[in-house]
């Protein structure tokens, strides 16, 4: 199958007086509709993996392939709109507009697709909703939800625009884990409905084990890449 | 864009208290602007009002002193058609003495058109009587007739340099507001100085008022050609330059006012607006990591800037407008008029309410620039 996201010789520097050195010559390939995990410890440099892999980070050398393009040579709107139309982010915090209510958070991406949201679009935003268990709450302003009700709007909004890929970082983190699992098994039928690429990176070692690929960071080299 | 307007109206209402501030912010410095300019405005109008107002703007009298000359109908005819003009009189004058049998005053005998007495808008200044119908009837400035000692239907004297007499009857006493004109002025009919002097049917000046009164130099000069050439066109503005001065300093000094009160409304904007980005910024990273663009996020500032003006330069106009109102009632003259009439000139008070949308806009100008370098990575690392 083709790569959808390719990463390349990729090298991460922080600071410029002092160095940090957080990626270190990172090859990464993953596959469209695969399901793939990434986990490491604290400081290893997976979320700037996951960062560098949503665009939100540039790398300091190497190259990102994003379905079949070289990121570095868009420019920024460009850029921006291929994010918003190919990649869902679910992060470890929710990141939630508290000005919106859920339903409103979770169309947000679309509007900035499309200026105006179809019915078909409305329709699956419910469904979402409905999904993750939040249809009583779906009028509820963000901030005047719980954390895991947050999150679940977070995930809701991240699928909202059928991305080709979705980047997540610890999107189990906060929940319990009857709730945990039905994360898992959502993204799963997503994954297989859709075929939609999943990164995921897990602290969780039951959500990792249920993933195809599991790759493992340390120190900003791949320890590990395990294909089942 | 739609999108980018109801994020701004979202960070708006969703921060009621906020908006509210900023809001009454553009709305008190517009109203300041719009009450000290149609206040000045107002005063400066009624400065001229009082002073030039009740008399002529233009005056064509002869090269030499108090000579009469004879007005050419075709030059009369033309000045009555002249829309730029309104109120064209003749005038007949001469200097006299007011006698009564004990008492006597040296006074100006003005011989008046119809068209004259409205240019000082006499019936209306009258005291006491009526006007002088006839060409042996006068009305005295009511400083003369104090001095002359003479009342209502009472007959005087008045006498030539050249010593000819005639009697006239007092039918009315005015007040033009103006004690050297009060004193000593004597008018009647233009037919009574004409027989007094020998005149025949000639006159000694003829008056007008303008539309516009700024406008009187420019018409004048444009009158000039069309008269004899032993005659001369004056205008009030050059009898009036220190008035006009004192006018000039006071419109620059409300231009500072207004300049000032400006500057101090698009810091206040600017400064609230750039504290919005910092406020908002974890919301501006998220919205780009969802994939808004960097001209979309500076969108949002642009329209937050936007609405605020508008709505702050509509409470601004309505705050300022009603000051006006509050101080045309409460401030008043003895008489019950008001001491600053007011003209709501509608062009102005649209500029000030522009003012407050475009410096609004100019003042989110910065913060949407900011917003541009913000970057949804620095929002996700320091979470």
């Given at each position: 199958m083709a790569n959808i996201l390719e990463l390349q010789h990729i090298d991460k520097i922080y600071g410029t007086s002092i160095k940090t050195h957080v990626l270190h010559d990172v090859n990464l390939s993953f596959e469209e509709g695969s399901f793939n995990s990434i986990i490491g410890q604290s400081g290893s440099g997976k979320s700037t993996l996951l960062n560098i892999l949503g665009t939100l980070d540039k790398p300091t050398n190497g190259k990102v392939v994003l379905n079949g393009k070289d990121v570095s040579t868009l420019k920024s709107k460009e850029l921006a709109s291929l994010r918003n139309e190919t990649i869902g982010f679910i992060f470890q915090?929710?990141?939630?507009?508290?000005?919106?209510t859920a339903i409103q958070n979770i169309l947000l991406p679309n509007r900035i697709k499309n200026a105006k949201v179809s019915k078909e679009t409305m329709d699956r935003a419910l469904e979402l909703i409905d999904f993750v268990g939040l249809s009583a709450v779906k009028d509820n302003p963000a901030n005047k939800m719980s954390g895991g009700q947050q999150q679940r709007t977070a995930i809701a909004r991240a699928l909202i625009n059928n991305p080709r890929i979705i980047l997540a970082d610890e999107p189990t983190g906060n929940l319990d884990s009857d709730t945990a699992e039905q994360i898992y098994k959502l993204m799963r039928d997503i994954n297989k409905k859709y075929n939609t690429t999943f990164i995921i990176i897990t602290h969780d070692q039951q959500i990792a084990q249920k993933t195809d690929r599991i790759v493992e960071i340390k120190d900003g080299k791949i320890l590990l890449d395990l294909r089942k | 864009m739609k999108l980018s307007f109801s994020i701004a109206k979202r960070f708006l209402t969703y921060s009621k208290g906020q908006t509210i501030l900023i809001m009454l912010g553009i709305a008190i410095g517009i109203s300041v602007q719009i009450f000290i300019g149609l206040l000045i405005q107002g005063l400066q109008d009624s400065l001229i009002q009082r002073t030039?107002?009740?008399?002529?703007?233009i005056t064509i009298v002869s090269e030499s002193k108090g000579a009469s000359f004879q007005i050419e109908d075709a030059l009369f005819t033309s000045l009555t058609k002249d829309d730029r003009l309104i109120h064209v009189g003749k005038t007949a004058d001469g200097a006299v003495f007011a006698l009564t049998a004990n008492e006597d005053e040296s006074a100006l005998l003005r011989g008046f058109s119809d068209e004259t007495a409205t240019i000082y808008d006499l019936e209306n200044s009258l005291l006491d009587g009526r006007m002088?119908?006839?060409?042996n009837e006068v009305i005295l400035g009511k400083g003369l007739a104090t001095n002359l000692n003479v009342d209502l239907n009472e007959t005087i004297t008045l006498q030539t340099i050249l010593g000819d007499t005639v009697d006239v009857k007092v039918v009315g006493i005015f007040d033009l507001g103006v004690s050297a004109v009060n004193d000593s002025w004597i008018v009647s009919q233009s037919e009574l100085t004409q027989e007094l002097f020998n005149?025949?049917?000639?006159?000694t000046g003829i008056e007008m008022q303008v539309?516009?009164?700024?406008?009187a130099d420019t018409i004048a000069a444009s009158l000039e050609p069309s008269v004899d050439s032993d005659l001369k066109v004056v205008n009030w503005k050059a009898q009036n330059e220190s008035l006009l001065s004192g006018l000039n300093g006071q419109s620059i000094s409300t231009y500072m006012i207004q300049l000032f009160v400006l500057i101090s409304v698009i810091l206040g904007i600017s400064s609230v607006l750039a504290i919005t980005v910092l406020q908002k910024s974890r919301q501006i990273g998220i919205l780009k990591a969802m994939g808004i663009n960097d001209s979309q996020a500076s969108l949002i500032f642009i329209f937050q800037g936007l609405i605020l003006g508008i709505l702050g330069g509509i409470l601004g106009v309505g705050l300022g407008v009603g000051l006006l109102a509050m101080f045309t009632t409460f401030a008043k003259n003895p008489d019950g008029t008001a001491l600053i009439p007011i003209t709501y000139d509608a062009t102005f008070i649209a500029f000030s309410g522009s003012v407050a949308v475009i410096s609004a806009l100019l003042a989110s100008v910065i913060p949407a620039r900011k917003s541009k370098k913000l970057s949804p990575i620095e929002v996700i690392r320091n979470g």
């Open positions: 915090f929710h990141y939630l507009l508290p000005e919106f | 030039i107002g009740q008399s002529p703007h002088a119908d006839t060409a005149l025949g049917d000639a006159f539309k516009d009164v700024f406008a």
